[in-house]
């Protein structure tokens, strides 16, 4: 069974459109809760709970992160930037995962890969520090072989393979082979050791194929989730979702 991780980072988002202090308030006027969307989505069956915290707090506040950490009962995965600050938080924190990925001011959301060949003396520093407070660390790469190689090099247990170019080629030509270079990529990240991840750009339309590559442990899902939930609530959301992924 392929196991699904809601990001909830979007429901924060539409709660920051009008409360922008929401970090430091408290009230059920203050809407929508992401730890509320957090504990419905565990109801309707996810496995587990993704929170970026963004070095511009846009949307998930650092409050919103201790309350998940007191209140979920399934596994805590918060997306960080591999920077000294984020390591320490993520120490202070304890999450069962991280998963680094990279981070630009400019972007809406996350859209390329981190480069691990780029910033190797960094990546192995935070892969170092997270193995030895026993928190599992992903790498979010895209589905290069001399990315996959190096995080595995480097001691991490998982990747989280990006799924971004694929889902924005699934209507044209170009998704065969997009398709194909995340496939030889799950074949490599396996064969290298590494427990298999996929996210970004992932709906209830493209799912369908994305579940057919192999080896995949989670996958990470936000915006499709979040948005459907608009419409059906949480619960069948996260159902409808999660049936998809392991038809
Ligand atoms: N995985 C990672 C590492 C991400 O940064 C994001 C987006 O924040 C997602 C998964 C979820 O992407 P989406 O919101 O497009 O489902």
């Known amino acids: 069974m392929i196991h699904l991780g809601v990001n909830i980072d979007h429901c924060a988002t539409l709660r920051q459109a009008r409360y922008r202090d929401a970090g430091r308030t408290t009230g059920g006027e203050v809407e929508p809760d992401p730890v509320t969307f957090a504990l419905c989505s565990e109801r309707a069956g996810a496995d587990g709970i993704t929170v970026h915290l963004r070095e511009d707090r846009r949307h998930i506040q650092e409050r919103d992160v201790w309350r998940l950490r007191e209140s979920i009962g399934t596994r ?34 996350t859209e390329g890969g981190l480069d691990v060949v ?25 589905a290069d072989l001399p990315q996959i190689e190096l995080s595995a090099q480097l001691g991490a247990p998982f990747v989280e393979l990006h799924t971004g170019a694929y889902a924005n080629a699934y209507h044209s030509p170009r998704r065969g082979a997009e398709f194909e270079r995340l496939r030889l990529g799950c074949e490599r ?8 991840n996929a996210g970004h750009g992932i709906n209830y339309v493209n799912v369908v194929e994305v579940r057919t590559l192999p080896h995949l442990y989670e996958l990470n899902i936000g915006h499709s989730i979040v948005s459907r939930a608009v419409f059906t609530g949480v619960d069948e959301a996260v159902r409808e979702m999660k049936a998809r992924m392991n038809a």
């Open 189 to 196: 990240a396996k064969a290298c050791g590494l427990t298999v």
């Open 76 to 109: 805590l995965n918060l997306e960080m930037a591999c920077t000294p600050a984020m390591i320490d938080f993520a120490l202070k924190l304890k999450p069962e995962f991280v998963c680094v990925v990279p981070e630009s001011r400019q972007e809406v959301t």
């Open 118 to 142: 780029g910033s190797r003396d960094r990546v192995r520093a935070c892969v170092e520090a997270m193995n030895a407070a026993g928190i599992k660390a992903s790498l979010f790469i895209d």
